[in-house]
């Protein structure tokens, strides 16, 4: 069956950088298109990264571009989130996600979610 499980999250300092993983499992990874997703205290789930399969072109969010990067290593079946400069902004749970049809930046786009992992930003 499918899961995915993240890591990596934590409490850093503003201008840190942070790399987050996403364990992928009961699937092939570059089968499937994947995304990044974070959900902030209040606010709702918004996408901020996805990447398509095989072909792996990669799509953010306009509040992220530039600091954040999204990338799988098909041999680990392992996605990854590359995000430079934290903000406290950034503040939130982080989420990996999955489907084999659709992928982008909604959330109704996938089928398979992990547990989330949090990051914290602050001085």
């Given at each position: 069956?499918?899961?995915?499980?993240?890591?990596?999250?934590?409490?850093?300092?503003?201008?840190?950088?942070?790399?987050?993983?996403?364990?992928?499992?009961?699937?092939?990874?570059?089968?499937?298109?994947?995304?990044?997703?974070?959900?902030?205290?209040?606010?709702?789930?918004?996408?901020?990264?996805?990447?398509?399969?095989?072909?792996?072109?990669?799509?953010?969010?306009?509040?992220?571009?530039?600091?954040?990067?999204?990338?799988?290593?098909?041999?680990?079946?392992?996605?990854?989130?590359?995000?430079?400069?934290?903000?406290?902004?950034?503040?939130?749970?982080?989420?990996?996600?999955?489907?084999?049809?659709y992928?982008g930046?909604?959330?109704?786009?996938?089928?398979?979610?992990?547990?989330?992992?949090?990051?914290?930003?602050?001085?």
């Amino acid at each position: 069956q499918v899961q995915l499980v993240e890591s990596g999250g934590g409490l850093v300092q503003p201008g840190d950088s942070l790399r987050l993983s996403c364990a992928a499992s009961g699937f092939t990874l570059d089968d499937y298109a994947m995304g990044w997703f974070r959900q902030a205290p209040g606010k709702e789930r918004e996408g901020v990264a996805c990447i398509t399969p095989r072909e792996d072109t990669t799509y953010y969010a306009n509040s992220v571009k530039g600091r954040f990067t999204i990338s799988r290593d098909n041999a680990k079946n392992t996605l990854y989130l590359q995000i430079d400069s934290l903000e406290p902004e950034d503040t939130a749970v982080y989420y990996c996600a999955a489907d084999y049809y659709y992928g982008g930046l909604g959330r109704d786009d996938y089928s398979y979610w992990g547990q989330g992992t949090q990051v914290t930003v602050s001085s």
